[in-house]
């Protein structure tokens, strides 16, 4: 079975930096799309960025400019990056792949900024 495991998580203050990395264990093809989702405690799961097979981004206003989603396709590998980081970012965040025919989530890693 294909597992994604997300790395990169931890403390930090505002203001400061994390890369989250997700990485999958076994080959997957037929890729769409890959990206990323976070859930805060009392809150909805929300998307915070993907990326398509053809490279095009998205990222909700809540952190357009400070993240920032990349990929590497032979790895299937996928990384965001997030700066300028504000205390509401504090989540658990889960890395999604969408394929053809599945769509695979990982555990998740805990981000938590404090103020």
């Known amino acids: 079975q294909v597992q994604l495991v997300e790395s990169g998580g931890g403390l930090v203050q505002a203001g400061g930096s994390l890369r989250l990395s997700c990485a999958a264990s076994g080959s997957i093809s037929g890729i769409v799309r890959m990206g990323w989702y976070r859930r805060a405690p009392g809150k909805q799961r929300e998307l915070v960025a993907t990326i398509t097979s053809g490279s095009s981004t998205y990222y909700p206003d809540s952190v357009k400019g400070r993240f920032t989603i990349s990929r590497d396709n032979a790895k299937n590998t996928v990384v965001l990056q997030m700066n300028s980081l504000k205390p509401e970012d504090t989540a658990v965040y889960l890395c999604?792949?969408?394929?053809?025919?599945?769509?695979?989530w990982g555990q998740g890693t805990q981000v938590t900024v404090s103020s």
């Open positions: 999604n792949i969408v394929a053809s025919t599945n769509n695979y």
